[in-house]
């Protein structure tokens, strides 16, 4: 799950860097890199285990397509708890400082994380299981509101005007890295072991996996976070945390808008990794380890489009990146339904145009407008921004496409996608507005 915060890159001038302590943005890269995959492992964990596990194992009094919703109600947990977790930790932030929040909240998401690996199932301790289900997915949704450490607000400061767009998009590689790993470990226990002993104990281990990596990440940034060079660069960038009701108070709008205008990306993130697996899974149209298979192929090209992005916003900008992007997933949600109520080959071509065109929305999708931020309130909006840009986008993306195509059909997907379309074009055109005051 999950990721995880966006960073926020902007097309606002870029200071002087005799005014800043001398940053490398190549050194700050890898640790957004790292952290970014670290969360999104998380998350695509949790995503792929709703689908393969969590119905048979926490929801068995329920039919396939029942268990399977229900899993995805507690799937959005996470999401709704995020921006929760962001206040909450900075408020830590302010009393102590960055390193304690770090990792007081990555030692919540790695604890988190391995007590769904150690729960029991329904059939263990009945309902109670699934309360403690949730809880853990809170938990983990607090976590995640946590895990900003400020290296993405960093970047943007000290990447070269010229690349900006190019470093934005590493950040974002995290994701479909993630997603390949995550996906690569399923495939594989799904492949090795029989159904009972893979939903007895072999789901457990990507959770084992995901608690390791989180240590690994943790570590990775801190080297960075509490060294005495980045902290004075993020204290001249002005990269310290503001209560979030002020920043609500006096900066909603931004968040607002920030959070609509990557909306079509986020809305297509789940169309092509989850979605696509709980609908052939209960359409029972291929082997899941099939389906696994070409979405690991969809992941690298979504990592292609995602460095791709990077090269292309340099030359056209950002907004127009996303824009243009926002269209052509528009284009594409039209053929959902042929596609995806198709045959095999259909169903596998919409994973892969669909990880194409997210590989490069999704590349740009950060700090879209946080050029309305003033500096000391970057931090904390980017953070915020990009919690509501999740929980708008894509907490219930999962619940609603899969509930709706069940009950009305697969032309819900396409309205559902379409949506989030409309509704990145309407934000990035009042964005235009209020930064040049044309109509």
């Not at 789940?270 to 696994?292: C, E, R």
């Not at 409309?422 to 930064?435: D, K, S």
Request: net charge neutral.
């Amino acid at each position: 799950m999950s990721s995880t915060h966006q960073p926020a890159l902007t097309d606002a001038p870029k200071e002087p860097a005799a005014d800043r302590a001398n940053v490398a943005p190549g050194e700050i890269a890898v640790g957004v890199v790292v952290g970014r995959t670290s969360e999104y492992f998380d998350f695509f964990v949790y995503g792929i285990a709703s689908v393969l596990v969590f119905p048979s194992v926490f929801f068995p009094f329920a039919d396939r397509l029942e268990g399977t919703l229900y899993a995805f109600v507690v799937f959005s947990f996470a999401f709704i708890a995020r921006p929760f977790g962001t206040a909450l930790f900075m408020t830590i932030q302010r009393r102590w400082d960055r390193s304690v929040k770090l990792t007081s909240s990555l030692f919540l998401l790695g604890t988190a994380t391995a007590g769904i690996a150690f729960l029991p199932g329904y059939e263990t301790l009945g309902g109670f299981s699934i309360l403690l289900l949730a809880l853990f997915r809170i938990l983990q949704g607090i976590a995640l509101g946590g895990s900003w450490d400020g290296l993405p607000s960093l970047l943007a400061l000290n990447a070269p005007r010229e690349r900006r767009s190019w470093y934005a998009m590493l950040g974002q590689l995290g994701a479909p890295i993630g997603f390949l790993v995550a996906s690569a470990l399923f495939l594989f226990l799904f492949s090795s072991l029989d159904s009972s002993d893979f939903l007895g104990w072999g789901w457990r281990y990507p959770f084992f996996v995901a608690f390791a990596i989180n240590v690994v990440a943790l570590f990775a940034r801190l080297r960075l976070v509490v060294t005495h060079e980045y902290t004075e660069a993020l204290e001249e960038g002005e990269l310290d945390p503001l209560g979030t009701r002020e920043m609500l108070r006096k900066q909603g709008y931004n968040i607002f808008i920030g959070s609509f205008a990557a909306l079509a990306s986020y809305a297509l993130f789940h169309m092509v990794t989850i979605f696509p697996l709980s609908w052939i899974n209960l359409g029972d149209t291929q082997a899941i380890g099939d389906v696994l298979a070409v979405q690991i192929a969809g992941a690298v090209l979504g990592m292609a489009g995602t460095v791709f992005s990077g090269w292309i916003a340099d030359r056209i900008g950002k907004r127009t990146t996303v824009a243009t992007l926002a269209v052509l997933i528009g284009v594409f949600s039209l053929f959902t339904p042929m596609l995806m109520d198709g045959s095999a080959l259909q169903q596998d071509l919409f994973i892969l145009i669909g990880f194409a065109l997210l590989g490069v929305s999704y590349g740009q999708a950060s700090g879209t407008v946080t050029a309305n931020f003033e500096r000391r309130f970057r931090y904390t909006g980017a953070a915020l921004t990009s919690d509501f840009a999740w929980l708008f986008g894509a907490a219930f993306a999962p619940l609603v496409a899969l509930g709706l195509s069940a009950k009305f059909g697969l032309a819900y997907v396409s309205v559902y996608l379409l949506s989030g379309v409309i509704c990145t074009l309407l934000a990035l055109r009042i964005n235009r507005h209020l930064e040049t005051g044309e109509p």
